[in-house]
């Protein structure tokens, strides 16, 4: 009895250390920032969020950024459909790259999308993407962080995946 309990400690010793290496106790950081706005080079995708074409799309976009045929961060524009799209499945994004410089040549297929805001709610998040808190934990932070600061917000985001431990997420401010 003390050996399966002495076992279960050190399990869970060992579990909560791994948790604590990969960030699982940082605090999400929500802050105002300037911003000089997107040119993201992608591809759009509308549909069910657990899909085959998804998936193809995600990782098309990658292999571009991992071989150099585009420089830049990662980037996922979430946008916001009405009812209940979400809670069905359904998705509507863009995966791209943002853009490091202007020079580079757009692959066949993908597109240009940019992103002009001026102001923007940025949710920092520094922890493996195991870890992470939830996407409602970090809608909730930054809806609260607008809401302190009389700020309106736009409907998508903007997921930024900097590295494996850092994403930001931004929400652009509706400019009055």
């Known amino acids: 009895m003390i050996k399966k309990g002495l076992i279960i400690i050190a399990a ?6 791994i948790y604590v290496f990969l960030g699982g106790i940082d605090d ?3 802050v105002k920032k300037k911003s000089e706005g997107y040119e993201i080079v992608g591809k759009h995708y509308e549909g069910r969020y657990r899909s085959e074409e998804l998936e193809q799309t995600y990782f098309e976009v ?3 950024l991992e071989k150099g045929q585009l420089e830049g961060d990662l980037v ?4 916001v459909l009405g009812g209940d799209s979400l809670e069905n499945g359904f998705i509507r994004q863009f995966i791209g ?3 490091q410089t202007s020079n580079q ?3 066949d297929g993908f597109r240009l999308q940019s992103i002009n805001n001026k102001m923007s709610i940025a949710a ?12 409602s934990t970090i809608d909730t932070k930054i809806g609260k962080f607008a ?3 009389n700020l309106e917000l736009v409907n998508y985001t903007i997921e930024r995946y900097v590295s494996d431990r850092e994403l930001i997420i931004e929400v652009p401010v509706v400019e009055k």
């Open 76 to 79: 996922v524009l979430n946008y």
């Open 97 to 99: 790259v943002d853009l």
């Open 12 to 17: 869970l010793t060992v579990l909560g250390s």
């Open 105 to 107: 040549t757009i692959p």
């Open 124 to 135: 920092i998040i520094s922890a493996h993407n195991l870890v992470m808190p939830s996407p």
């Open 147 to 149: 809401k302190a600061n």
């Open 62 to 64: 990658k292999e571009k």
């Open 28 to 30: 999400v950081v929500v």
